[in-house]
């Protein structure tokens, strides 16, 4: 059992940092060096599954819409639809109400970000200076959240001893005092790793605790081994106190160019969010509802892009095995591999480049040092499995093949 001491939380150096993407930083790091072999491409999380079949008749059939400004709160039909989804697929203490407790968004990532400012004008004064928690390494959208609502960016280590989320027993009631939101990414990114339904009635009960909002980030929730992941609106109570979850398309139904997702809580929040969206964010286009609509009323093309997942991650086990400290993760679709034997992230990643013709990112680009100076992420790639099997199967033999010289290279 790792001390809580150990586990303190950390803080940002620079304020620039949070907003960097880790893909430029990816393209700067490989910029000197060619691919020795025909790219194939594992650092970008973008769905590569054929889209679901019904994507283009939908759109013809509403296509005058898109000579309409859309509603900040959508059409009801679309908010019917994604509550329907949440009481068919989770065990929610009561359904959502589609009219108060819903509101569509451009996908998950500009929602999560344009909550941090609602969420820090809700919450109101703290005690302290205001901040916003989130898993080490984390999605960079939930640091430039932080900093766009003028908050400070605690980020809290997930490392492999502690199941790779936050451990919440380390968060001392000064910290939370001063705490606007706490964001969770579940199943996590890069990791896998899924929260349990204890872990999320503890997070809920410190959130209505201490007066702070939860951002639960479930975009990859379609996406698992076994056991379908749970949602923070399972383990919250009846009103969905001090909490929200966010949901996207483009995973569950490989449509990550439709930008269409929802997110769905406390609606109280939901009402200040909305009536900082209708300002501020960007709406979601009448004919793209229905497209999502139609995506969270099929269940199909879930199943089977769950099944090419599994495909894959059936490759890594036989290929991978135990190496890279390799375990087939409960949800999503990466692979998050210790290479700290291997020349380190970033070496690790010039090479599978330069020698193997493959793209990964290096794991502390997805992360923030601590206050001890170390990176969570550090000695660690993320490998995204989006690519069809045959390709994923050969990136993955070239990377033993070129890992197993284990002489780091210039």
Request: net charge neutral; aromatic share 10%; with cysteine.
């Given at each position: 059992m790792v001390s809580s001491a150990s586990l303190r939380p950390e803080t940002a150096a620079a304020p620039a940092a949070g907003e960097r993407s880790p893909f430029a930083r990816l393209t700067e790091l490989l910029a000197p060096y060619q691919p020795g072999q025909k790219l194939i491409n594992l650092s970008l999380g973008e769905p590569q599954h054929p889209m679901p079949s019904f994507v283009g008749e939908t759109l013809m059939q509403s296509l005058a819409d898109f000579g309409r400004y859309p509603a900040s709160n959508g059409i009801p039909a679309f908010r019917a639809a994604a509550a329907a989804w949440l009481s068919r697929r989770?065990?929610?203490?009561r359904a959502v109400d589609p009219e108060s407790e819903i509101l569509p968004l451009n996908g998950s990532r500009e929602g999560l970000f344009h909550a941090a400012i609602a969420a820090a004008a809700y919450v109101g004064k703290r005690n302290g200076t205001p901040a916003i928690l989130m898993p080490n390494p984390f999605y960079p959208a939930y640091a430039a959240g932080a900093r766009g609502a003028g908050c400070e960016p605690v980020f809290l280590p997930a490392t492999r001893d502690n199941g790779f989320l936050p451990d919440l027993d380390a968060l001392g009631d000064k910290l939370l005092s001063r705490t606007v939101a706490f964001y969770l990414a579940s199943p996590a990114n890069p990791q896998g790793s899924v929260a349990t339904p204890a872990y999320f009635a503890r997070l809920a009960e410190l959130a209505q605790?201490?007066?702070?909002?939860?951002?639960?980030?479930?975009?990859?929730s379609e996406i698992y081994?076994?056991?379908?992941?749970?949602s923070i609106l399972e383990n919250a109570g009846t009103d969905f106190k001090n909490v929200v979850a966010?949901?996207?398309?483009?995973?569950?139904s490989n449509l990550p160019g439709l930008r269409v997702g929802f997110v769905a809580g406390d609606k109280a929040f939901i009402r200040r969010f909305h009536?900082?969206?209708?300002?501020?964010a960007p709406q979601?286009?009448?004919p793209l509802q229905h497209v999502g609509i139609a995506a969270y009323g099929d269940e199909a093309h879930v199943d089977e892009n769950r099944r090419l997942y599994g495909l894959k991650f059936d490759h890594a086990d036989a290929i991978l095995g135990t190496r890279f400290?390799?375990?087939r993760p409960a949800g999503g679709f990466c692979a998050w591999?210790?290479?700290s034997a291997h020349g380190g992230d970033e070496q690790a990643a010039i090479r599978l480049f330069r020698d193997g013709g493959v793209r990964v990112l290096p794991g502390s680009y997805l992360a923030r040092p601590g206050a001890d100076g170390s990176n969570p992420g550090a000695g660690y790639i993320r490998v995204a499995l989006v690519q069809p099997a045959d390709a994923t199967k050969e990136a993955l033999t070239r990377m033993v093949a070129v890992l197993n010289d284990h002489e780091p290279r210039g």
């Amino acid at each position: 059992m790792v001390s809580s001491a150990s586990l303190r939380p950390e803080t940002a150096a620079a304020p620039a940092a949070g907003e960097r993407s880790p893909f430029a930083r990816l393209t700067e790091l490989l910029a000197p060096y060619q691919p020795g072999q025909k790219l194939i491409n594992l650092s970008l999380g973008e769905p590569q599954h054929p889209m679901p079949s019904f994507v283009g008749e939908t759109l013809m059939q509403s296509l005058a819409d898109f000579g309409r400004y859309p509603a900040s709160n959508g059409i009801p039909a679309f908010r019917a639809a994604a509550a329907a989804w949440l009481s068919r697929r989770y065990q929610l203490p009561r359904a959502v109400d589609p009219e108060s407790e819903i509101l569509p968004l451009n996908g998950s990532r500009e929602g999560l970000f344009h909550a941090a400012i609602a969420a820090a004008a809700y919450v109101g004064k703290r005690n302290g200076t205001p901040a916003i928690l989130m898993p080490n390494p984390f999605y960079p959208a939930y640091a430039a959240g932080a900093r766009g609502a003028g908050c400070e960016p605690v980020f809290l280590p997930a490392t492999r001893d502690n199941g790779f989320l936050p451990d919440l027993d380390a968060l001392g009631d000064k910290l939370l005092s001063r705490t606007v939101a706490f964001y969770l990414a579940s199943p996590a990114n890069p990791q896998g790793s899924v929260a349990t339904p204890a872990y999320f009635a503890r997070l809920a009960e410190l959130a209505q605790r201490h007066g702070f909002m939860v951002l639960s980030d479930e975009c990859y929730s379609e996406i698992y081994t076994r056991t379908p992941p749970g949602s923070i609106l399972e383990n919250a109570g009846t009103d969905f106190k001090n909490v929200v979850a966010f949901q996207s398309l483009s995973k569950r139904s490989n449509l990550p160019g439709l930008r269409v997702g929802f997110v769905a809580g406390d609606k109280a929040f939901i009402r200040r969010f909305h009536e900082w969206r209708n300002v501020a964010a960007p709406q979601v286009p009448v004919p793209l509802q229905h497209v999502g609509i139609a995506a969270y009323g099929d269940e199909a093309h879930v199943d089977e892009n769950r099944r090419l997942y599994g495909l894959k991650f059936d490759h890594a086990d036989a290929i991978l095995g135990t190496r890279f400290g390799y375990r087939r993760p409960a949800g999503g679709f990466c692979a998050w591999l210790d290479v700290s034997a291997h020349g380190g992230d970033e070496q690790a990643a010039i090479r599978l480049f330069r020698d193997g013709g493959v793209r990964v990112l290096p794991g502390s680009y997805l992360a923030r040092p601590g206050a001890d100076g170390s990176n969570p992420g550090a000695g660690y790639i993320r490998v995204a499995l989006v690519q069809p099997a045959d390709a994923t199967k050969e990136a993955l033999t070239r990377m033993v093949a070129v890992l197993n010289d284990h002489e780091p290279r210039g």
